[in-house]
């Protein structure tokens, strides 16, 4: 995929059972529920969120990457229950 797409045109995909979308600031309730979950956070390289402040913060950096074009996080949607479930990054080198 073309980086500039990524950045420009926002792409969603949709399977049977998935959207993948951007992850962005209006995913913060859904985020915060499990990455504030203990059984989650245990085998992962970041720290359990205690406050949606923690999850605030994180979406931020999230957005700036973006703007910054060196990341891009996409968000995995489990279409049944417009339910985030999980969420992938997509990482450039600075002269990618």
């Known amino acids: 995929m073309n980086k500039e797409v ?17 992850l ?3 995913d913060l309730e859904e985020y915060y529920r499990f990455a ?3 059984l989650v956070s245990e085998w992962t390289l970041w720290n359990r969120h205690e406050s949606t402040e923690d999850t605030r ?3 931020e950096n999230v957005q700036k990457s973006c703007i910054e074009k060196i990341a891009y996080r996409w968000a995995v949607i489990y279409k049944t ?6 969420n992938w990054i997509y990482s450039f080198g600075r002269d990618t």
């Open 57 to 59: 913060v994180f979406l």
């Open 36 to 38: 504030s979950d203990p």
């Open 24 to 26: 962005d600031m209006d």
């Open 6 to 22: 990524l950045f420009t045109e926002e792409p969603i995909f949709e399977t049977e059972r998935i959207i993948l979308r951007r």
């Open 81 to 86: 229950e417009r339910r985030l479930i999980k």
